[in-house]
């Protein structure tokens, strides 16, 4: 799909490669080559967070590029992204939101210094 849009003119999209956090593992192994990634993803469906070796795992495919939390439940804490500070997003799905956080957990993680909220990005 890159090949043809790339051969078509559209060279200006940024393409997100993503994985799942199989317990099985071997994630590079589906990894396309840094030709056709510009960002590597993880989604933390297995266990809330991603964890030390999963975060390892992800910066070993990425080799430099950004790396983000596409999917998620939980939000992260201040805990999860003061160790393992490379990551550039997250996102959390939508009926997760409130069905897995608490209030309180809402207003901590979207009040993280790391953490942009409408208003604060100036273009």
Do not use: C, H
């Not at 056709?36 to 469906?45: F, G, H, I, R």
């Not at 999963?54 to 939000?75: N, R, V, W």
């Not at 209030?103 to 210094?113: H, K, M, R, T, V």
Request: charge should be negative.
């Amino acid at each position: 799909m890159k090949d043809y849009f790339d051969s078509q003119g559209l060279d200006n999209l940024i393409w997100v490669w993503n994985v799942q956090d199989n317990p099985a593992g071997g994630w590079a192994g589906y990894y396309p080559g840094s030709n056709y990634v510009d960002v590597v993803s993880l989604d933390a469906w297995y266990k809330n967070y991603p964890s030390a070796s999963d975060y390892s795992q992800i910066q070993s495919i990425a080799a430099g590029k950004p790396i983000a939390i596409a999917e998620m439940g939980k939000l992260p804490t201040a805990a999860l992204l003061d160790s393992q500070p490379k990551w550039t997003y997250f996102m959390i799905w939508s009926e997760q939101l409130r069905g897995n956080n608490s209030n309180a957990e809402i207003q901590s993680a979207y009040y993280l210094p790391r953490v942009y909220n409408q208003g604060e990005v100036k273009f």
